[in-house]
């Protein structure tokens, strides 16, 4: 069995190449820049350039390409966009016209002249499938497994940052449990528009599962055999962007928080954690210090030590840190942890597959 699992990030897009067939340590596995890094990159050669951009495509992940968009017009740079692709700046179309974006239909674009087309796009199967057949890897999958983090479309007025962790609070009050993120793409929400934007651009029809990053990583942390021997786990993923902690026992939840990575001190990470798991953090200071909230799913805090693992890119904040955390490793690869969650989630949602996926992760 084969399983294409991409975990769209801020910094990187990681793809794993799963086969079930062989030892897992072997499958081909790319950490390429991120949909939104390769836009931004576009975008700031045409600052450079003093060129107009034309914004296509559709809703992807934004950070580094809003950034560069808003320095673009900034410098007095032209930009266009179709009302689809705005949206990766807001969902709200009158926002992203006030920083200066002029929105057009696709007729209009297709007639501006000497501008940079610049495609918006979370999933490229297209230019994964050219990667991977120059290095005469098969390009048929049973199965998609997709991850991406969505804030979601937040209603006027109203936080996107407590917009999305009501999200997150709703799944786990629901079902107290990682794998309970992971969704078939006929269950997704209609909030979730980035999600089901990525998900609408699968051309191939085999099974397909969606689940948000910050579970997929701590998923894929606890397939590392020392984070998974522990009786109780605190799983910290320091992404590029979200910092997202789980208390766990195996796969349930006894809380969690989440923050942005670049808004944390070294100190606060450190007070934070400690904190969630002697449940006493709250939620309005997460919150009002610039992140997104805390949740404990259980009323009181078992008084437990759980195994701390870090995992992410930013997990070098924690270097020498009095945590002193374990850096989780899973089949060998930190980098490729939220791609051997959205496997272990894939398996979660087909349970006719589970059995060879689950003994290919055994190893």
């Known amino acids: 069995m084969r399983i294409l699992a991409i975990d769209m990030g801020t910094g990187t897009q990681d793809i794993l190449v799963f086969d079930s067939s062989g030892a897992i340590e072997n499958s081909v596995k790319l950490v390429m820049p991120s949909a939104t890094k390769i836009a931004e990159g576009k975008i700031r050669r045409a600052t450079q350039a003093k060129r107009s951009v034309y914004l296509t495509g559709v809703i992807q992940g934004g950070g580094p390409c809003h950034w560069a968009l808003e320095d673009h017009l900034k410098a007095g740079g032209v930009a266009y966009a179709t009302a689809e ?117 699968v051309d191939v029809d085999v099974p397909t599962v969606f689940l948000d990053t910050g579970p ?72 009002d210090s610039k992140g997104h909230g805390v949740f404990y799913a259980e009323s009181e805090a078992n008084g437990a030590k759980p195994f701390l693992a870090v995992t992410g890119p930013q997990r070098g904040r924690l270097r020498g840190s009095r945590l002193d955390p374990y850096f989780a490793t899973p089949h060998g690869d930190m980098m490729i942890s939220g791609c051997f969650g959205l496997v272990r989630a894939y398996a979660s949602r087909y349970p006719e597959q589970a059995e060879e996926i689950e003994a290919a992760l055994a190893g």
């Open 85 to 201: 692709a705005a949206r990766t700046f807001d969902d709200d179309l009158t926002r992203v016209e006030a920083i200066g974006v002029r929105i057009v239909s696709d007729e209009e674009g297709e007639a501006l002249v000497d501008v940079d087309r610049i495609e918006l796009r979370d999933l490229d199967l297209g230019a994964i499938r050219a990667a991977l057949s120059a290095f005469d890897v098969a390009v048929d999958f049973d199965g998609l497994a997709l991850g991406c983090l969505d804030h979601g479309n937040s209603p006027p007025d109203y936080s996107d940052r407590l917009f999305r962790f009501d999200h997150l609070r709703r799944v786990v009050s629901k079902e107290n449990d990682l794998c309970a993120f992971a969704c078939l793409p006929d269950e997704l929400p209609d909030y979730l528009t980035r999600a089901r934007t990525m998900l609408s651009g």
């Open 216 to 287: 997929a990583a701590a998923l894929g942390a606890l397939q590392d055999p020392q984070v998974a021997d522990a009786e109780e786990q605190l799983v910290l993923n320091l992404g590029n962007m979200h910092a997202l902690a789980f208390h766990l026992r195996d796969t349930h939840i006894h809380s969690l928080y989440e923050h942005h990575t670049g808004e944390m001190t070294t100190e606060q990470i450190e007070d934070f954690t400690e904190r969630l798991i002697a449940g006493t953090l709250a939620h309005e200071e997460v919150f």
